[in-house]
């Protein structure tokens, strides 16, 4: 019995999709294999040429990668008491560094988004409000967080918490920026569709309209503070908070430079598993 036309045209638009799919995976296998390989190329190229400088001058002023790693796990490996708030912990060297870090860096963190979010939602919604506070942030925006260093040791002191309030400080401005231009970009389209729909209060706005449509620019800027953040904390325990800078900085003091740069390296490495914690956290907030 004969095959129908439109049977026939069926085999051959599922014959099509299937090459196209087809096609796409090939594709994209090639595009992820060949970003991988050029990565590697300029990691090597990377690393070649550090060695060979490094080859040039004293090991105290620029040690080889070799030194580096071997310091790395030296530090990695060797064991170390971690204490705060009356638990004691026994961890390595290196991860009770980071955890010192972390102590300030998680707290700094979100208190700086927690009040620069929504207050950058607010001004970028409020004409009104935008305009009595564009004064005020104008004049304290360009200051730098550690230049309030100062007031912060006088106001709470020198250690974890003096360092989580200049990490909140940088993140605080780096969210309210963001989520105000995010409102201020908005199309007001959106707005008008809103009201269009019926709704007339602000909080419903807001809730429907406002915060969804400046998720993304949020987002960023939550991205953003998380690297700028690990760039403050080493500036922040310049001043006698534990943790990576402070180590960082005493190390290099003292000329043992491969100690210094193995936790310059953990520093990296910090940041690279925190922004690829909030890659997979914003898939599942918001996918």
Not at 6 to 26: C, G, H, I, K
Not at 108 to 116: A, D, E, H, N, V
Not at 245 to 271: C, E, F, K, N, P
């Amino acid at each position: 019995m004969a095959s129908r036309p439109s049977d026939r045209n069926d085999v051959l638009s599922a014959t099509r999709e299937s090459a196209t799919v087809a096609f796409e995976a090939v594709d994209r296998s090639s595009l992820i294999s060949g970003r991988v390989g050029r990565g590697l190329v300029g990691a090597v190229v990377f690393v070649a040429g550090w060695w060979s400088l490094a080859g040039t001058v004293p090991s105290y002023l620029l040690p080889t990668p070799a030194a580096v790693l071997g310091a790395f796990v030296t530090e990695l490996t060797t064991p170390a008491t971690f204490a705060f708030g009356g638990v004691t912990l026994q961890l390595t060297e290196l991860s009770a560094v980071l955890l010192q870090s972390l102590l300030h860096y998680v707290p700094g963190l979100l208190l700086g988004i927690g009040l620069g979010t929504p207050l950058g939602i607010a001004l970028g919604y409020s004409t009104r409000l935008d305009e009595y506070f564009t004064p005020a942030v104008g004049l304290l925006r360009p200051i730098p967080p550690l230049a309030w260093m100062g007031f912060v040791i006088a106001w709470v002191g020198i250690g974890h918490a003096g360092a989580a309030v200049i990490v909140a400080i940088g993140s605080f401005w780096i969210t309210l920026l963001g989520a105000h231009d995010g409102v201020r970009e908005l199309p007001t389209e959106w707005i008008e569709v809103g009201e269009s729909l019926g709704v007339q209060d602000h909080t419903t706005m807001l809730r429907k309209v406002v915060v969804p449509g400046v998720a993304p620019s949020v987002f960023t800027a939550v991205r953003t503070s998380l690297g700028r953040s690990w760039m403050i904390i080493v500036a922040a325990e310049l001043f006698g908070a534990p943790g990576l800078g402070y180590r960082i900085i005493h190390t290099a003091q003292s000329l043992a430079m491969d100690v210094s740069m193995a936790y310059m390296l953990a520093l990296g490495l910090a940041y690279l598993a925190t922004d690829a914690l909030f890659q997979v956290t914003r898939e599942v907030v918001a996918p």
